[in-house]
């Protein structure tokens, strides 16, 4: 049994890909208890060697299929692509007992290339709702997961003892867990997560072009905005070209609701603006009760 | 000589409008010792006697004129349109000798209004760069200006000594003083203020639109860019209405931005797609560089 009271132990945990997300996992793995030793997998002996001494793994390889070998349990911390190329090389393990999970910022494209792995390397796709623009495990923190929503994406060719021992590590982690489809999974997060982070990159260019005074006259809601634009590039490549077609259809509604918009500016009454306003403060507000009161 | 080390001290400090902004006003001004008095001026007797209980003002008046012809520095804190409707009835008191300023997020439609003033009620447009999604008097802080840039929109024809007061009491608010244009200041807020304000109405409609999920599954950055979505409608229908060019002309640049990042999506390289957030990194890091180090 583990430290924690989750009674939550598996043996060896694996971890490919030690930055923010694999790093926060094995320290709270570590902290609580969760495993009997957790292997950290990745391409650079340094990072890797960095993972160990901040407290993220036991020991570490630079050899997916061989560190993969030892684990009863892995987790895919890697940026999306790689995840999906990560799960392309696994079924050479064939015949080796394990859960695979990840923690990849887009879940169909992923779910659909665990679909070639063998019967006994038991897939369940997850996301956790945590992280920050800091990267890598020199940002992973004990706690990132506490608190924190975590989706997990089972289709009816999961394990159902797989998908009981990946929602019981994820509460271990201290999240809570919500199930839905990859497709669901994808649609929403291209709206919350992806959408948003792409407006980041067109706020900043649209202040750019307003000129040096930009410099001075920032409102805190502009540094709100663009501070995830700080994150790194190639995670926001890999899921742009992993969840290509919601995050298309988020950004031309999007696009659609700010050109009514501009209508209503250019010619509605002031009556008209403000409950355009209106309309989003109740919004708001509906969206923030869900957080208050989570069914 | 005040309180504080800037040796600021005006006689009397009328502000109109005791809510977040004039409240926080009337708190600094009183605990840092600018003004031998401080006179709210509103509509509400119950709103001004919870402000003066909260500390906010010394007393109040629900006459503006009244208050206006006892103040020795009028501070207009009310909604745009109502700064506006304020500086036209001004002009009963002429020759009544004082200092006007405001802190409207709008200058250039409050500084015409304001040319119509008698040359001894001498006018300075201001903007404190400070606020949050919360609003009336309840919210005030005695800290909210403390590190906040404060623009000042002085034409030709603000009167020099005013201008300095006005300046001097900015500073002896703890804000750090950016003079520009008022039409330079509307260009600039249009893009990093008023446009993401507009955006974070445009977001909860397309997530609202995602389904009941939403609820569930929303990353930290999309509850980052509708935060500002709280705040009141009025104000926001004010602002639309004030500077309604400058919004257009930034609404209309963000959706070509997006119009290309949606191309770019759809039928660029991944390459291509990363250089696009690559670029948006450094010019959040050219940005954020400008808050370290002022010009």
């Known amino acids: 049994m583990g430290d924690d009271d989750s009674g939550f132990l598996v043996g060896t945990l694996g971890i490919a890909g030690v930055g923010l997300i694999g790093g926060s996992v094995g320290m709270a ?35 997916l299929l061989e560190g993969a070998s030892r684990c009863d349990m892995l987790y895919l911390a890697t940026p999306v692509m790689t995840i999906i190329e990560q799960l392309r090389q696994l079924p050479l393990l064939r015949g080796h007992n394990c859960v695979v999970t990840d923690g990849g910022s887009v879940k169909e494209a992923i779910v659909r290339a665990a679909e070639a792995l063998p019967a ?24 990132l997961f506490q608190g ?37 999974h994808d649609r929403i997060v291209a709206c919350t997560s992806h959408l948003p982070h792409i407006a980041a990159g067109a706020f900043l260019r649209v202040a750019e072009a307003a000129g040096p ?18 994150s790194p590039s190639t995670l926001w490549r890999d899921i742009c070209c ?33 409950s355009w306003f209106e309309t989003g403060r109740h919004l708001n507000s509906g969206l923030a009760a869900g957080k208050e009161a989570p069914e």
Not at 35 to 49: F, K, M
Not at 162 to 176: I, K, M, Q, T
Not at 215 to 221: F, H, I, K, L, N
């Open 29 to 63: 793995a570590r902290a609580r208890g969760l495993a009997r030793q957790v292997v950290g997998i990745g391409r650079s002996e340094e990072r890797l060697s960095l993972a160990r001494d901040l407290g993220a793994v036991d020991e570490f390889t630079t050899d």
């Open 120 to 143: 006994e390397m038991r897939f369940v796709g997850g996301h956790p709702m945590a992280g920050s623009e800091d990267a890598g495990v020199e940002a992973a923190r004990e706690d």
């Open 148 to 184: 924190a929503t975590y989706v997990l994406t089972p289709t009816d060719q999961s394990n159902a003892p797989a998908l009981d021992l990946v929602r019981r590590f994820a509460e271990a982690l201290g999240s809570r867990v919500v199930e839905m489809s990859p497709e669901t």
């Open 213 to 230: 005074g930009v410099r001075d006259v920032r409102a805190g809601s502009f540094r709100d905005l663009t501070r995830v634009a700080a």
């Open 242 to 274: 992993a969840n290509r077609g919601p995050i298309l259809d988020a950004l031309r509604q999007f696009r659609e609701v700010l050109a009514c918009a501009e209508e209503l500016i250019a010619e509605g009454t002031p009556e008209e603006i403000e």
